[in-house]
């Protein structure tokens, strides 16, 4: 199995970027698919969840950042409008099988990893 995310980079504050994620070798439709973030010296967070049509986010991302998944194409998308410098991260991908939770120890599988970086 194998997450593979991009679409991290470098944004100015109030900007926006969209992060993907595409799965291979799972039945991606089966699947619960989340996003996390790290940011430097901080433990890594919840950031949204998409198990079906069921969506959660934390607060701290919701009414900004929409997470949407295309089954057809195994891909989980995170639209991030916005921005703030607080959002600087790396962001992950990850899956489980199954109902969306929010819980990082719940997630199966892990993507590398994508840098976000919000300048003010």
């Known amino acids: 199995v194998q997450l593979q995310a991009c679409g991290g980079g470098l944004v100015q504050a109030g900007g926006s970027l969209r992060l993907s994620c595409r799965a291979s070798?799972?039945?991606?439709?089966?699947?619960?698919m989340g996003w996390f973030r790290q940011a430097p010296g901080k433990e890594r967070e919840f950031v949204a969840a998409?198990?079906?049509?069921?969506?959660n986010y934390s607060d701290s991302v919701k009414g900004r950042f929409t997470i949407s998944r295309d089954n057809a194409k195994n891909s989980v998308y995170l639209q991030m409008n916005s921005l703030k410098p607080e959002d600087t991260a790396v962001y992950y991908c990850?899956?489980?099988?199954?109902?969306?939770?929010?819980?990082?120890?719940?997630?199966?599988?892990w993507g590398q990893g994508t840098k976000v970086t919000v300048s003010s």
């Open positions: 998409m198990w079906r049509t069921a969506e």
């Open positions: 070798a799972i039945r991606f439709s089966m699947y619960a």
């Open positions: 990850a899956a489980k099988w199954g109902q969306l939770v929010l819980a990082a120890h719940e997630y199966t599988f």
